[in-house]
């Protein structure tokens, strides 16, 4: 069964840092691509970032560039969001999706399985 499970969210000041975990089970995270969403309240779930053995990182938030980094760690099966220099804005539940593919796609409708989410919470 193909499970991920989001973790390292909760409540930061602005400037902090926080490292979220993707831990996936019932595949192989260097076989597909993996991608970070955010879902701010009152808005529409985003794109954060992906990242994919063939085409390595995508930014899909040019708000983030320069301050979040996505990584994976093949032999925990997990993938990693840090997330620096925090801004209220990034306030936001944050999760996790597998692609279909091997590659990242910039449409939710291309990842197939996704986590229960991480509340962040960044305050000022």
């Known amino acids: 069964e193909v499970q991920l499970v989001e973790s390292g969210g909760g409540l930061v000041q602005v400037g902090g840092s926080l490292r979220l975990s993707c831990a996936a089970s019932?595949?192989?995270?260097?076989?597909?691509?993996i991608a970070w969403f955010r879902q701010a309240p009152g808005k529409e779930r985003e794109g954060v970032l992906c990242?994919?053995?063939?085409?390595?990182?995508?930014y899909y938030a040019d708000s983030v560039t320069g301050r979040f980094v996505i990584s994976s760690d093949n032999a925990k099966n997990t993938v990693y969001l840090h997330m620096n220099s925090l801004k209220p804005e990034d306030t936001a539940v944050y999760y996790c999706?597998?692609?279909?593919?091997?590659?990242?796609?910039?449409?939710?409708?291309?990842?197939?399985?996704w986590g229960q989410g991480t509340r962040v919470t960044v305050s000022s």
């Open positions: 999706a597998k692609s279909l593919l091997v590659w990242c796609g910039s449409s939710q409708r291309a990842y197939d399985s």
């Open positions: 019932g595949f192989t995270v260097d076989d597909y691509a």
């Open positions: 990242i994919s053995s063939s085409d390595g990182v995508t």
